[in-house]
């Protein structure tokens, strides 16, 4: 069945009327859809998917009549945020939070670091990355919605709990099968997690001291020093694959 999040879905009425022309669109001219097929809704509001069946069709709309609920429990128990330094391509973007969604990261922040190379981000380019994110969200039948946020710099003030920065060299760093997280802090019954990852040309010595000044832990992924969209991707699977 085809997936989509509608934000103001109401799952208290058994039928209701589409009238969203960018899905209306998509079912009718994209999909072809007919009379009694089916359609997943959800609306971010609970761990939920709606079941519906064209009931009606129209020209600009579609009348559905709901025949079941799904219970989802797909979602990590804890928050995981990737801090992504800046890459050099937009493209590298789309990608991290393409796939970054479909493997439960919570929210992703962009922030340009001493050595990112200059890339603006508009809000027209901001629209197109959170259509990216919501449709890996349907896509993946994830429920929850990650948010996407871009800095000027890190903001070391507004951070808490555990914090580990990616590192190329092996002095005074662990390695990432070494983190003991079950001894690490939770806010209130909720771990949280923010992985540091750097740009193109790696973090600077300035950027390096304030994360430790800070407490971050410092983790060195082995010899082989890998691009900054691969070294993200390898080490949050990892962080998921020891917290669920």
Same mark, same amino acid.
């Given at each position: 069945m085809n997936r989509f999040y509608l934000e103001d879905l109401e799952t208290s009425n058994y039928n209701f009327t589409l009238k969203n022309k960018e899905i209306v669109d998509q079912l009718l001219k994209v999909l072809r859809s007919k009379l009694?097929? $089916?359609? +997943?809704?959800?609306?971010?509001?609970?761990?939920?998917?709606?079941?519906?069946?064209?009931? @009606?069709?129209? /020209?600009?709309? #579609?009348?559905?009549?709901?025949?079941?609920?799904?219970? /989802?429990?797909?979602? +990590?128990?804890?928050?995981?945020?990737?801090?992504?330094?800046?890459?050099?391509k937009l493209d590298k973007i789309e990608s991290i939070i393409k796939n970054g969604t479909?493997?439960?990261?919570?929210?992703?922040?962009?922030? $340009?670091?001493?050595?990112?190379? $200059?890339?603006?981000?508009?809000? /027209?380019?901001?629209?197109?990355?959170?259509? #990216?994110i919501l449709e890996s969200v @349907?896509?993946? @039948?994830?429920?929850?919605?990650?948010?996407?946020?871009?800095?000027?710099?890190? $903001?070391f003030d507004n951070l808490e709990w555990i914090n580990i920065f990616l590192h190329t060299k092996w002095e005074n760093s662990i390695f990432l099968k070494d983190l003991d997280f079950k001894s690490m802090e939770c806010k209130g019954n909720k771990k949280i997690i923010n992985l540091f990852v750097w740009p193109e040309w790696w973090f600077s010595d300035t950027e390096i001291d304030g994360f430790e000044k800070n407490q971050f832990k410092r983790v060195h992924l082995g010899d082989r020093i890998l691009r900054t969209e691969l070294a993200w991707i390898s080490s949050c699977f990892f962080i998921i694959q020891n917290n669920i």
């Open positions: 009694w097929d $089916k359609v +997943i809704f959800f609306d971010w509001e609970d761990l939920y998917d709606y079941v519906f069946e064209i009931k @009606e069709i129209w /020209k600009k709309e #579609i009348i559905f009549e709901q025949v079941d609920r799904i219970k /989802k429990d797909s979602e +990590i128990n804890f928050e995981l945020n990737l801090f992504q330094a800046l890459p050099n479909q493997i439960w990261i919570t929210n992703f922040l962009f922030f $340009k670091s001493e050595r990112s190379q $200059k890339l603006n981000i508009t809000n /027209k380019k901001t629209e197109r990355l959170n259509k #990216i @349907e896509q993946s @039948e994830r429920n929850i919605i990650p948010t996407l946020v871009v800095w000027d710099k890190i $903001k």
